[in-house]
């Protein structure tokens, strides 16, 4: 049986249903919003799957039903009656200045002048044409007006490194969506898409009845692909596949309802012959949510346990961008889970979604803290050295990282001098290996800088800057009982820095073991290496000193 061809890049609904495409039926959804509202807007990442489904709605208010069969909106008695249509897209054009934003504002209007059959004034202000386009619309055909608008914060986010010129585009598109508001009695269905949502633009301060589903646990599927279509939908293409797998690198974008892929990830895995690669993350590199990082000085470590409310998901400002708002919105993080606040608010736990963004945005934060590039071997050698538990291997590449590091980055900047960065920097390059690593992991006696959870150990490490012992500190703390449970090989390592050299000064090592009788040397074959192992309190440590 010939399998249906995959709809790589493809988000007309028309093309993907005549010319024998792969299909996840979302008209389900689609029909439950037309029954039962009428102005929605809704934000997703890019590239997953908003501007296919404004299509759908589009061919649905064309009324071409036969398009339909065998979907479940064909079969679940809706009736297909045909509207004007307004479509707007911001997803091409010019937006770096207000001369090249009307001229594609007023090209995406020309186009829906030939299609609605209906003229504007040449010259005409684009808001003025936009509100005459509504009203002859709705006379010329006697029906209520559709407007779809796809990715309409496009003009401002094209511009979020010059806050002036994106606060002239904010200006310009909340006179342009104000029409919205005014023509209510001439509108049947509004449906706006985007990546954020920016908290001054009219759209969200006019339309006071917009219905925001982007958190929605009705709507959660609305875009990217469930579990259940990856095993269904795609089972032929994914036989004798790892799905477990599958699901690590790709599942996880959750919008408080069930998780979900991004399609894009799924149908160039499949394409690609199933490598496992980061498809979405490499259409775009996050450049000014890497500079935001290193603006701000980030702890990167605190990823692990960012915890906000409403407010901070819900918009950002041109003048005030919140980094974990940024990350959010774009994808990059995702709610792992919600508890209630005191006053009966969600509270909103996020976390980073799969394995694809860990390696890929952590590698990249790495590498641009860092100021390298094709770091791949150097990470290579980082994993040796954990997996082996070699720690003077682990120290040589990490000081040989740090001498690397060009001198003019901290000529400005003082930012070497804060423990902050250094772990920073180490979590960075941890976590772009991929492995579970846990950032201020928290203990009943205080805050591990960082846990590193090997297959074959654990690692604990703590950070000091000039001179301070960070062993010592692991030891009073005791902070390796909270994994004895494991029944693996526990490892301390304290890491010192010298401020003035800008690189590591040391970095001290002993082992836990957690029963032991006497003093006792120990010969290990495979690192051709002994290692002496001694009664610290209740454990054993076995100690940095080898003999040979």
């Given at each position: ?266 149908l160039l895995f499949i394409q690609k012959g199933f490598e496992f690669r980061n498809y979405w993350f490499s259409t775009a590199t996050p450049t000014f949510l890497l500079k935001l990082i290193e603006k701000n000085n980030y702890f990167l470590p605190n990823l692990e346990n960012i915890v906000k ?207 032991c009788s006497s003093r006792k040397l120990c010969c290990n074959s495979l690192f051709k290496r002994c290692e002496r192992i001694v009664k610290f309190g209740d454990n054993c440590i076995i100690s940095n000193k080898f003999f040979s």
């Amino acid at each position: 049986m010939k399998l249906k061809k995959l709809p790589i890049g493809i988000s007309t609904l028309r093309n993907i249903l005549e010319e024998d495409y792969v299909y996840v039926d979302k008209t389900d959804i689609a029909q439950e919003l037309i029954d039962n509202g009428k102005y929605y807007f809704l934000s997703r990442p890019r590239r997953f799957g908003k501007s296919l489904f404004l299509d759908t709605l589009r061919t649905i208010f064309d009324g071409d039903k036969e398009i339909f069969k065998g979907l479940y909106i064909y079969e679940n008695g809706y009736e297909f009656v045909k509207h004007p249509i307004i479509r707007i897209s911001f997803s091409s054009g010019d937006f770096k200045t207000k001369e090249g934003f009307y001229k594609t504002l007023l090209r995406i209007l020309e186009i829906n002048q030939d299609d609605l059959e209906i003229e504007c004034i040449k010259e005409e202000d684009p808001s003025i044409c936009f509100d005459r386009l509504i009203h002859e619309a709705y006379k010329k055909y006697n029906k209520k007006v559709v407007i779809l608008v796809d990715e309409y914060d496009k003009p401002i986010l094209d511009n979020i490194e010059n806050p002036e010129v994106a606060r002239v585009m904010r200006e310009e598109l909340k006179n342009f969506y104000s029409i919205i508001k005014g023509a209510d009695e001439f509108l049947k269905f509004v449906f706006i898409t985007g990546v954020s949502k920016f908290s001054k633009v009219s759209l969200f301060s006019g339309l006071n009845n917009i219905n925001d589903i982007t958190l929605d646990r009705s709507y959660s599927t609305i875009c990217g692909y469930t579990q259940n279509d990856v095993e269904t939908v795609f089972a032929k293409y994914l036989e004798g596949q790892d799905f477990a797998k599958i699901q690590k690198w790709y599942n996880g974008y959750k919008f408080l309802g069930e998780g979900v892929y991004n399609p894009f990830d799924i149908l160039l895995f499949i394409q690609k012959g199933f490598e496992f690669r980061n498809y979405w993350f490499s259409t775009a590199t996050p450049t000014f949510l890497l500079k935001l990082i290193e603006k701000n000085n980030y702890f990167l470590p605190n990823l692990e346990n960012i915890v906000k409310d409403d407010k901070m998901l819900d918009s950002f400002d041109v003048d005030y961008i919140e980094l974990e708002t940024l990350m959010w919105q774009t994808g990059y993080l995702t709610i792992e889970k919600t508890t209630i606040n005191y006053n009966d608010t969600p509270k909103y736990h996020l976390g980073i979604p799969n394995q694809e963004v860990k390696i890929s945005l952590l590698g990249s934060i790495a590498d641009f803290m860092s100021k390298q590039s094709n770091t791949t071997i150097l990470k290579g050698e980082i994993y040796e050295s954990l997996i082996n538990a070699d720690f003077s291997a682990f120290e040589n590449t990490f000081k040989s990282l740090f001498a690397s590091i060009p001198y003019n980055l901290f000529t400005n900047n003082k930012m070497y001098e804060y423990e902050g960065y250094y772990a920073s920097l180490f979590y960075a390059y941890l976590k772009a290996l991929g492995i579970d690593i846990v950032g201020e992991d928290v203990t009943n006696r205080g805050r591990i800088d960082l846990t590193i959870k090997m297959p074959n150990s654990i690692i604990i490490i703590e950070f000091k800057v000039d001179g301070s012992d960070a062993l010592a500190q692991i030891k009073e703390k005791k902070y390796h009982e909270k994994y004895l449970n494991t029944e693996l090989p526990i490892y301390l390592v304290g890491i010192a820095f010298d401020t003035q050299q800008r690189n590591i000064s040391e970095v001290e090592f002993e082992r836990v073991k957690s029963t032991c009788s006497s003093r006792k040397l120990c010969c290990n074959s495979l690192f051709k290496r002994c290692e002496r192992i001694v009664k610290f309190g209740d454990n054993c440590i076995i100690s940095n000193k080898f003999f040979s």
